[in-house]
């Protein structure tokens, strides 16, 4: 067995780890760099993942770059297939297995099984969480979408007809997926234990609207109810169970029933964790000198933000201290755009809940602005028309991280 030494070596080849490799080299950074993943490491928009249905988009379009032109690009060894097991941080090292049996990966993970490092960074995203446990014979009809290998298997399952699809769970993946499904052709139920669409960014109101847009729309909706067993017969027709009694029917079921941060390598690891993410301060630095976390995984300051622009910020927030300038990240009053072209939906949720949401609705076009008991703005929803007042707001709303 060979042990490998990297000056860097970044777990995970999401959008914060892709982001930082190249604010590194951005800032002119040349040290050794090695980057971990145990799914494909092919660089994609993970946005892009919940639009594909409705603008025909095959992976392939979705993927920008695959390992060998992103090691070109970044200078750079990529590890595909390959999960980190262990972290040992005292020592500077990790272990890898591979994370498919299948693939010629396999063969690189067998030859080196131990990396050393000086700096770590951890950026292992966000895992889903699946509520019910599937028998057998239906599981490999039952999707959960959270990178592009997983979309390369949903998208093969569907083909080419129409078919019904089931998607579970009413928050952002659940609803965009909806969308997305429905404007791609396919006969849409959504199921959810929620009695709103978009509870964590959304009070009742708008969230009723968004659901009234999926029902005008033509998909069933069972919201405030939750799947109990999930069944495959003999005619290949997948039957869900509600917890009502209810039944609906689908040929392939999509879990979206919410993501949680990765934590277990870390706090097997040593580092300390939260419920909300590997715990960081606001130089994206752990528990332990020289390990780093960014992007879903990471709850900085007490904060989790698990979007796009709170990564970016703290990809180009690490560059710059990996270089030698500690720079703390601050991230902006940024609002989660929701991409359910069937109602616009922008939304900047509060941390804390509000004294009063005030409510102006004109049919769909509702604006929900969240208020302290001193009826400062802390946060708001918009739906529709409405949703022109983003700019607006978002200047008026207090910074996530300031
Ligand atoms: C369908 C969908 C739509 C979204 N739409 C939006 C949107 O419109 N706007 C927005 O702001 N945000 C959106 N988000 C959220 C946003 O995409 C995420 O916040 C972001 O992509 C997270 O990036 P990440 O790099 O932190 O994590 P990930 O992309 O999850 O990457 C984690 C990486 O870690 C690797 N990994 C984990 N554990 C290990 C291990 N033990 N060993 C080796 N590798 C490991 C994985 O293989 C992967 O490469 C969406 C999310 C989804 C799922």
Request: with cysteine; hydrophobic share 40%.
């Amino acid at each position: 067995m060979s042990v490998q030494h990297a000056e860097l070596v970044i777990i995970g080849t999401g959008m914060a780890a892709i982001g930082l490799a190249r604010a590194l080299r951005r800032e002119g950074d040349t040290r050794s760099l090695v980057l971990i993943s145990q799914d494909s490491g092919d660089a994609y928009s993970k946005p892009l993942l919940s639009t594909g249905f409705g603008k025909r988009l095959a992976p392939d379009d979705i993927a920008q770059r695959d390992t060998t032109e992103l090691e070109r690009e970044l200078d750079a060894t990529f590890r595909p297939y390959n999960r980190v097991t262990t972290i040992e941080p005292d020592f500077g090292q990790l272990t890898l297995a591979p994370a498919r049996t299948d693939h010629t990966a396999t063969a690189a993970a067998q030859h080196c099984r131990t990396l050393t490092f000086t700096t770590l960074v951890l950026a292992t995203g966000a895992e889903p969480q699946l509520p019910l446990s599937l028998p057998a014979e239906a599981a490999p009809r039952c999707f959960s979408v959270n990178d592009l290998d997983d979309y390369r298997r949903f998208h093969a399952a569907l083909g080419d007809t129409p078919a019904r699809v089931a998607v579970v769970g009413a928050g952002l993946v659940g609803c965009e997926f909806a969308n997305d499904l429905h404007a791609g052709g396919h006969e849409v139920t959504l199921v959810a234990p929620e009695t709103t669409p978009l509870p964590r960014l959304l009070p009742a109101p708008p969230g009723q609207a968004l659901a009234e847009a999926f029902s005008h729309a033509g998909m069933a909706l069972h919201l405030g109810r939750t799947p109990e067993r999930i069944d495959l017969d003999a005619e290949d027709t997948l039957t869900l169970t509600l917890d009502d009694g209810n039944r609906c029917q689908a040929d392939v079921v999509l879990l979206a029933t919410g993501l949680k941060p990765r934590t277990a390598l870390a706090e097997a690891g040593g580092l300390a964790v939260t419920e909300d993410g590997i715990a960081v301060d606001r130089l994206l630095a752990t528990s332990h000198p020289g390990v780093y976390a960014l992007g879903d995984a990471a709850c900085v300051d007490g904060i989790s933000a698990m979007y796009v622009q709170p990564l970016q910020a703290s990809a180009r927030a690490l560059a710059k201290t990996l270089c030698g300038t500690p720079t703390p990240v601050h991230f902006g009053a940024w609002p989660v755009i929701v991409k359910t072209p069937l109602l616009p939906v922008v939304a900047y949720p509060p941390l804390e809940p509000p004294h009063r949401w005030q409510i102006d609705a004109d049919g769909n076009n509702i604006s929900a602005l969240a208020e302290d008991k001193n009826g400062r703005l802390i946060g708001f929803a918009l739906t529709g028309r409405s949703v022109r007042r983003k700019v607006e707001l978002s200047r008026a709303a207090p910074a996530l991280l300031g």
